[in-house]
């Protein structure tokens, strides 16, 4: 009885997550270079046995969110013929400087400030191969090495970290692990959309909706079995 109780509540927990994960890709869809975030769900008790010695199978006794990771496949790109928007095709990162260190970022649709100096759409600088901010005359052309042609300075650019990423707000990430040269190219007059698709989105979200539902329903029939059960002890 308390196991029911436990495992329907578990899988309250877990639609709940599933959800938010899901709703934050929905709310990014329109933001330019966003990589959604996926998720699976597991047996929570089966989880703590493989973590402490050899699978024992399937228990059944409560589902747990697993395996959050990112999405890095190639959004869709966008021609807008702004000379500051640069989209990367396959492999890569931009470099910017963030508060006095270093973060990176997907999202090209970069601006130039009163002192002609590269930044992101929030303002932080992009630096360049060798760690510095980079100023562009009117009129700059990018190759697709990141190689500015009027100034030849190269915007840096690394590949996705194998150790993996981490949010830090403002389309900004921090790479875990080390660092490699990225393979992809860049887009000049480009920029590269969310890799979120809205209708499999939307489909996911109603799914986790009904999958709480039926969790919650399920709570409550266990609710009322105790309920019954402390009943009848008082009858006795």
């Known amino acids: 009885m308390i196991r029911g109780f436990y495992t329907a509540l578990t899988g309250i927990v877990t639609s709940m997550t599933r959800q938010a994960v899901v709703a934050d890709n929905i709310a990014n869809v329109n933001t330019v270079g966003f990589k959604q975030s996926r998720t699976t769900q597991t047996d929570f008790e089966l989880q703590v046995i493989n973590s402490q010695g050899p699978t024992l199978g399937l228990l059944g006794t409560g589902s747990i969110p697993t395996n959050l990771r990112l999405d890095i496949s190639q959004g869709p790109l966008e021609e807008t013929g702004l000379e500051t928007d640069i989209a990367i095709e396959g492999d890569g990162l931009f470099v910017v400087r963030n508060g006095g260190g270093i973060a990176y970022t997907r999202a090209g649709d970069f601006r130039v400030d009163a002192n002609r100096m590269l930044t992101t759409e929030q303002g932080f600088p992009v630096l ?109």
């Open 128 to 236: 360049d191969t060798a760690g510095r901010t980079i100023t562009v005359p009117q009129g700059f052309t990018v190759s697709a090495d990141g190689t500015i042609v009027q100034t030849g300075q190269r915007i840096a650019m690394v590949g996705w970290p194998p150790g993996g990423v981490t949010r830090l707000g403002q389309n900004l990430l921090a790479a875990g692990g080390a660092l490699s040269p990225a393979t992809g190219t860049m887009r000049q007059g480009m920029v590269e959309h969310s890799n979120t698709d809205l209708a499999t989105g939307m489909t996911e979200l109603i799914q986790f909706q009904r999958d709480f539902q039926m969790n919650a329903r399920a709570l409550s029939i266990q609710d009322g079995t105790i309920g019954d059960a402390t009943q009848l002890g008082r009858l006795r």
